[in-house]
């Protein structure tokens, strides 16, 4: 599971097209994709550089109208998804 804490980053060979108002995502290397809705995508954008999910979380909260725990909580799930198809990289630190 990741916390708060947890710093994470997108890979770097991952493919990305916009497609109406989502944006696709391809991993050539391991054929998985995933397809990101707008404030998916922003999260994606954010992953550009290492951050942690508390920094991603406290971002979407002041560009987006949602309380802070759901926030955490369907970060978190989009987050693992991205990990299970090997989109992100993750450094747990201390965790």
């Given at each position: 599971?990741?916390t708060?804490?947890?710093?994470?980053?997108?890979?770097?060979?991952?493919?990305?097209?916009?497609?109406?108002?989502?944006l696709l995502?391809?991993?050539?290397?391991?054929?998985?994709?995933?397809?990101?809705?707008?404030?998916?995508?922003?999260?994606?954008?954010?992953?550009?550089?290492?951050?942690?999910?508390?920094?991603?979380?406290?971002?979407l909260?002041?560009?987006?109208?949602?309380?802070?725990?759901?926030?955490?909580?369907?970060?978190?799930q989009?987050?693992?998804?991205?990990?299970?198809?090997?989109?992100?990289?993750?450094?747990?630190?201390?965790?």
């Amino acid at each position: 599971m990741l916390t708060g804490s947890t710093t994470v980053q997108r890979v770097d060979h991952t493919i990305d097209a916009v497609f109406q108002d989502s944006l696709l995502l391809l991993d050539p290397v391991g054929g998985k994709y995933m397809e990101l809705n707008p404030v998916a995508r922003r999260i994606w954008q954010l992953l550009e550089t290492p951050t942690t999910v508390d920094h991603l979380c406290s971002t979407l909260t002041s560009e987006f109208n949602v309380p802070s725990s759901a926030c955490l909580e369907e970060t978190q799930q989009l987050l693992e998804k991205m990990q299970a198809l090997e989109l992100l990289k993750i450094d747990r630190g201390t965790d």
